[in-house]
C-alpha cells in the first residue's frame, strides 16, 4: 500500500523534527477514541467526513486524533499524537486531516476542555444559515441553553473553501466559540466540546437531535412561543448529565465492542 504523502504542515515534509511526544497513551483511551469515531457514524452525526479528538491524558498540550480516514473506519492504529499548532509527533507517513487546526486551536484556548468533535450533522447546519437561534429543546441537549455563537468565517477572511485549514482560522473559530460548548460554522457544520470524551460524544449526537426536535416544534407551533429550557434549567439539566449521560456511551461503546472486539 502506498503511504500518504505527509501534510505541508507535517515538519517532515520541510525537512524539520516532529514535536516530541507527551508520553505513552493506554491503549483502552486510543481505543475509545476510536470508538467514538464510529459511534458518530452510528448515530447519524457524521458520514464519510468528520473528526473527534482528545487532549492527551499526560500532556495537556498535546492532543489524539485519527489520521485522513473516514469515520466508520477508525481503529486504535489510526491515532496519531498532535501538538497544539497541530504538528503531528507520530504520523509516520500517515497523512492528517486538514481541519486539524480546529482542534488544536480550541485547546489553546480552552483549558477545560478536553475533547472536540466536528461534524456536519444535517439538522445542525440551517441554524448557522438563518437568523433562527438553536434553543434547548429538551433536558438532555441542556448544555444549548447556555447559547450557540456561528462562526461566519467570511466575515474575517473573504471568500474561502470554508474549511478551517489553518491555525489562524481555528484561533478565530476559537474565539467565537467562547466559554460555550457548542458553535455553529456557517454553511459547513458544527463543533461540540466537552469536559471529556464521553461528554463531548454526547453533547454532539444531542446537538442533531435537538436540532431536529426544534425544527419539528416550530413546525408545529408555526410561530407560537416554545417553552424551551432557560439558562438557570439548562446548568442544572447539564450538571445531570454529565453522570447520566454515561449510561447513553457505555451503551454506544458496547456496541461497538461487539462489532470489532476492541
Given at each position: 500500500?502506498?503511504?500518504?504523502?505527509?501534510?505541508?504542515?507535517d515538519?517532515r515534509?520541510?525537512?524539520?523534527?516532529?514535536?516530541?511526544?507527551?508520553?505513552?497513551v493506554?491503549?483502552?483511551?486510543?481505543?475509545?477514541?476510536?470508538?467514538?469515531?464510529?459511534?458518530?457514524?452510528?448515530?447519524g452525526?457524521v458520514?464519510?467526513?468528520?473528526?473527534?479528538?482528545?487532549?492527551?491524558?499526560?500532556?495537556?498540550?498535546?492532543?489524539?486524533m485519527a489520521?485522513?480516514?473516514?469515520?466508520?473506519?477508525v481503529?486504535?492504529?489510526?491515532?496519531?499524537?498532535?501538538?497544539?499548532?497541530?504538528?503531528?509527533?507520530?504520523?509516520?507517513g500517515?497523512?492528517?486531516?486538514?481541519?486539524?487546526?480546529?482542534?488544536?486551536?480550541?485547546?489553546?484556548?480552552?483549558?477545560?476542555?478536553?475533547?472536540?468533535?466536528?461534524?456536519?450533522?444535517?439538522?445542525?447546519?440551517?441554524f448557522?444559515?438563518?437568523?433562527?437561534?438553536?434553543?434547548?429543546?429538551?433536558?438532555?441537549a441542556?448544555?444549548?441553553?447556555?447559547?450557540?455563537?456561528?462562526?461566519?468565517?467570511?466575515?474575517?477572511?473573504?471568500?474561502?473553501?470554508?474549511?478551517?485549514?489553518?491555525?489562524?482560522?481555528?484561533?478565530?473559530?476559537?474565539?467565537?466559540?467562547?466559554?460555550?460548548?457548542?458553535?455553529?460554522?456557517?454553511?459547513?457544520?458544527?463543533?461540540?466540546?466537552?469536559?471529556?470524551?464521553?461528554?463531548?460524544?454526547?453533547?454532539?449526537?444531542?446537538?442533531?437531535?435537538n436540532?431536529?426536535?426544534?425544527?419539528?416544534?416550530?413546525?408545529?407551533?408555526?410561530?407560537?412561543p416554545?417553552?424551551?429550557?432557560?439558562?438557570?434549567?439548562?446548568?442544572?439539566?447539564?450538571?445531570?448529565?454529565?453522570?447520566?449521560?454515561?449510561?447513553?456511551?457505555d451503551?454506544?461503546?458496547?456496541?461497538?465492542?461487539?462489532?470489532?472486539?476492541?
Amino acid at each position: 500500500m502506498t503511504k500518504p504523502t505527509p501534510t505541508p504542515t507535517d515538519p517532515r515534509a520541510s525537512g524539520g523534527n516532529a514535536p516530541p511526544t507527551g508520553g505513552a497513551v493506554p491503549p483502552e483511551l486510543l481505543a475509545d477514541l476510536a470508538a467514538a469515531s464510529r459511534i458518530l457514524v452510528a448515530q447519524g452525526v457524521v458520514d464519510g467526513f468528520g473528526h473527534v479528538s482528545m487532549r492527551h491524558p499526560q500532556a495537556s498540550d498535546r492532543y489524539l486524533m485519527a489520521r485522513s480516514i473516514a469515520p466508520a473506519l477508525v481503529t486504535p492504529e489510526d491515532i496519531i499524537e498532535y501538538d497544539l499548532d497541530s504538528n503531528p509527533c507520530n504520523a509516520n507517513g500517515r497523512g492528517s486531516f486538514l481541519e486539524r487546526f480546529i482542534h488544536g486551536e480550541i485547546y489553546k484556548a480552552r483549558p477545560d476542555i478536553m475533547a472536540v468533535v466536528h461534524s456536519h450533522s444535517p439538522s445542525v447546519i440551517p441554524f448557522g444559515l438563518v437568523g433562527v437561534p438553536m434553543q434547548a429543546m429538551f433536558h438532555n441537549a441542556a448544555f444549548i441553553a447556555a447559547g450557540v455563537p456561528v462562526f461566519n468565517i467570511r466575515e474575517q477572511f473573504g471568500a474561502t473553501d470554508m474549511l478551517v485549514g489553518n491555525g489562524a482560522k481555528g484561533a478565530a473559530l476559537a474565539r467565537v466559540l467562547g466559554g460555550k460548548d457548542i458553535v455553529l460554522m456557517r454553511a459547513h457544520g458544527s463543533v461540540a466540546c466537552g469536559p471529556t470524551l464521553q461528554m463531548a460524544v454526547f453533547r454532539a449526537v444531542y446537538t442533531e437531535v435537538n436540532a431536529r426536535i426544534q425544527h419539528w416544534t416550530l413546525a408545529l407551533g408555526r410561530g407560537a412561543p416554545m417553552a424551551v429550557l432557560n439558562e438557570e434549567e439548562g446548568q442544572l439539566a447539564d450538571a445531570t448529565n454529565r453522570t447520566a449521560g454515561l449510561r447513553a456511551w457505555d451503551l454506544w461503546r458496547s456496541q461497538v465492542r461487539n462489532q470489532v472486539n476492541w
